[in-house]
């Protein structure tokens, strides 16, 4: 860019109906990972643009005839990330990592909710 910062360009490749975009809840996980190579990038020394792009290549499963080859609609999204909230998440790691005592599980945690939803299959399961 004009200022000389780096742009992050991440690639991502999907197949599926409609248009790309980055509003599902899931893909929340995309934006924390554009912050956090904006973040690595700037602890490196390195300046980066507060914008980053991604690059959704939606492959077209529509076409009559596959012949050995796959057509792509890519798009390219702007995303503006904001890192503030990763040095906290990195001590907070640090700090569960250094304890001798484990988490305690959370309703917002998808592992915890994945372990009980097994426990509770394994036991009726059982019966």
């Not at 934006?31 to 390195?46: A, C, H, I, P, V």
């Not at 529509?62 to 890192?83: R, S, W």
């Amino acid at each position: 860019n004009p200022e000389g910062e780096l742009s992050i360009v991440d690639y991502k490749a999907t197949s599926k109906d409609g248009e790309v975009s980055l509003d599902s809840e899931w893909q929340i996980g995309y934006k924390r990972q554009m912050e956090m190579y904006q973040w690595l990038f700037r602890k490196n020394d390195f300046k980066v643009s507060d914008v980053g792009y991604f690059v959704y290549a939606n492959g077209d499963a529509d076409k009559e005839a596959f012949d050995g080859k796959l057509e792509f609609d890519v798009k390219i999204i702007p995303y503006k990330g904001d890192d503030n909230w990763i040095q906290g998440a990195i001590k907070k790691i640090h700090s569960c990592l250094a304890s001798a005592e484990l988490p305690k599980p959370s309703s917002e945690c998808d592992y915890c909710a994945y372990r009980q939803a097994a426990i509770e299959a394994e036991m009726r399961s059982s019966d």
